[in-house]
């Protein structure tokens, strides 16, 4: 949830970020995909069998929460229409649709 830094400590030093463990493991999490000089682009993620139980909202909530104390901009640009769903349930609401492409294959 945090490969668009280059190393642990860039996000330990920039990013923001909250987890829900199940045991060891990391089930669900809201964390900076990137970041600005007022921001963050929040990127959420929630193991599949642990979907539907509301752990994305309580991520979501605590890191929106965070970055209202530090003074932050949580962006939030929803990917689909469940990120959508839950964005609006976050008290977001929906701009536009945009077209976006999705690269899969580098070679």
């Not at 990917?79 to 536009?96: Q, R, T, V």
Request: charged residues 25%; hydrophobic residues 35%.
């Amino acid at each position: 949830m945090c490969s668009q830094f280059p190393t642990y400590q860039d996000y330990k030093n920039r990013g923001l970020g909250f987890v829900i463990l199940h045991g060891d493991a990391i089930v669900s999490g809201a964390t900076s995909y990137t970041v600005y000089d007022q921001g963050i682009e929040i990127e959420i993620d929630t193991k599949e069998e642990y979907q539907r139980r509301g752990l994305a909202l309580i991520c979501a909530s605590r890191l929106i929460l965070e970055c209202l104390d530090k003074g932050l901009y949580p962006s939030w640009d929803a990917a689909n229409l469940k990120s959508l769903a839950l964005a609006e349930k976050l008290g977001y609401h929906f701009d536009k649709a945009y077209v976006t492409y999705r690269i899969t294959d580098f070679r």
